[in-house]
Each structure stands twice: as C-alpha cells, then as structure tokens.
C-alpha cells in the first residue's frame, strides 16, 4: 500500500511536491486542468519504479538533481526510501550523474545512509545500495521492496502503457475484437449486458487495446491488494465502467486485501463516487 510520495525538479516539476495518501480511502484521483501538473505525479512514481528495478540511474534524464522519497506497506512493515541524485558537467560538454543519497527507514528506524555505508562499499557512484544484497542482513527486507516494486506497484503512464498494448493488429470494425471486449468487461463485473456495453464506432483502435489490455491487470489488483496506478484512466474506460471500477475499489466485501486505485482525470466528478 502507497502511503506518500514525494518528488523534486523531475520533469516540468519545478519544486517538490508531496502526494499523500489516506490508508482508510482505496481510491484517490488526481484532477485538474492540463497544466495542473497530474501528469507528472504519474511520470514521477514511473521513474522511480524504473530506476529500483533496473538498480541504477543510468537512464534518468534530466539537467538538474532530482529526489525522490516514497513511503509505503508491504506484509505489515512500513518502508520509506529516500534517493537524490545529483550531476556535474565534465569538460567534454557531457554530464555525469550520481547518486547524491539514499536512505531506507523500516518501520521509521534508519536502516542504512549511503553516505555513511559508501565508504565501505564500492559500488557504483549510479548503482543503487538497495538492490546489493551483501549490504543487508535483513534479506526479508529485500525481498519485500523488490517484490512491491515488480508486482504491487502497477505504473501505468504513457510511457508504459506500451508493453499493456497488444501486439495484435486488428482493423476498426473487426468483431473479435468487440467481442473479446465485450468478454473482458462482463468477467471484470464492470459492464453490464443490457445498461453499458460499447460502441465500436466511438472508441479509436488503441483504446480499445488499451482497455482489453489493461483490465486483467486491474482485477489481479484488486484481487491481490495491489497498488494501481494509471494516467488518464477516464480516457480508456467510459464513465459508467469507471464509476463501477470506483465502487469495487471502496466495497471492502470485494476489496479484501486493500488494493489501491489511483488515476489522474480532467473531471471531478469521479471525487463525489461512494
């Protein structure tokens, strides 16, 4: 479970920001106007999941520092990792990145500083020390954020909604597609025969990937109490489906295990469903 996140200078993020979450509430939605900055609260907790699972910041682009700090539960045991990156200019014109700091808390106690651990270690001045095992007695510890980051975690930006996509080329009207649709939609419980279903004509191709996609992902979510985040999910599904997904998301008789739903909208309305 996603209890805070926090970001500085990531993007067009031009200072830090903290997004909280309450731990009573399954659902938050991030709205405002296009400028308001929701996207980058998605992009954000995206790059941070990137740089943990491939263990390094090799590929963090940006001119400027950049720090992250996010708090979260996973099996009982509150974890909150902090990471700031820094860079200089070599005379070449290129930029060098490094690892500034990195902090990780369990249950609120320090567990280790880079700063002080580095000095007996020699890992990479871009590695990250929480995925080197040899720093850690605590392997359960480990184990835990590794697998909240590559499972529980589930970032969906415009970015990643690629690997989501289908590989499958299907033309606007095929009817296997629509069907499979259709299929999809009555096992989530989101789509009704009679009240919703949808229109072909209405969706473009690559939304109706996306929502053919994306939909296993969300009911083993909520099944397995996972984290679920996705940017402009008001944009996939319709707004009676979506109004559904909310509802599951808050009926603790569906929702055993505290899954969580996050998603950026245009539209507040999604703020006023029970």
């Known amino acids: 479970m996603l209890i805070e996140f926090k970001c500085k200078d990531l993007s067009s993020s031009k200072e830090e920001f903290d997004f909280s979450m309450k731990p009573e509430a399954p659902v938050t939605v991030v709205c405002g106007i296009s400028i308001a900055g929701k996207t980058s609260i998605i992009n954000a907790m995206s790059c941070l999941r990137q740089i943990i699972l491939k263990g ?4 963090l682009e940006n001119d400027k520092p950049v720090g992250f700090d996010i708090t979260f539960i ?4 509150k974890y909150r990792y902090v990471l700031d990156t820094s860079f200089e200019e070599l005379m070449d014109g290129s930029v060098k990145r490094y690892i500034e700091n990195e902090n990780l808390y369990i249950d609120d106690k320090l567990m280790f500083c880079r700063m002080i651990e580095n000095t007996e270690s020699s890992i990479g001045d871009t590695d990250l020390m929480l995925v080197d095992t040899k720093l850690f007695s605590n392997k359960g510890a480990v184990k835990d954020i590794n697998e909240w980051f590559s499972k529980k975690f589930i970032v969906i930006n415009s970015v990643d909604r690629k690997q989501f996509m289908s590989s ?3 033309k606007e009207q095929d009817p296997f597609l ?3 649709m259709d299929k999809v939609g009555l096992e989530a419980g989101i789509m009704e025969v009679k009240t919703l279903g949808i229109d072909a004509e209405q969706l473009n191709l690559a939304n109706k990937l996306r929502f053919v996609s994306i939909i296993p992902t969300i009911i083993e979510s ?3 109490g996972y984290t679920f985040v996705m940017e402009e999910l008001d ?6 489906m979506l109004k559904n997904l909310i509802g599951f998301f808050n009926n603790k008789s569906v929702n055993k295990n505290n899954a969580q739903l996050i998603f950026s909208a245009k539209d507040s309305e999604y703020l006023k469903i029970d």
Not at 56 to 59: A, D, P, Q, R, T
Not at 235 to 240: A, H, N, Q
């Open 168 to 170: 499958m080329l299907f």
């Open 178 to 180: 629509v069907d499979e």
């Open 222 to 224: 909520l099944t397995k």
């Open 56 to 59: 390094n910041i090799e590929n």
């Open 235 to 240: 944009v996939t599904l319709r707004c009676e």
């Open 74 to 77: 996973c099996h009982s045991i």
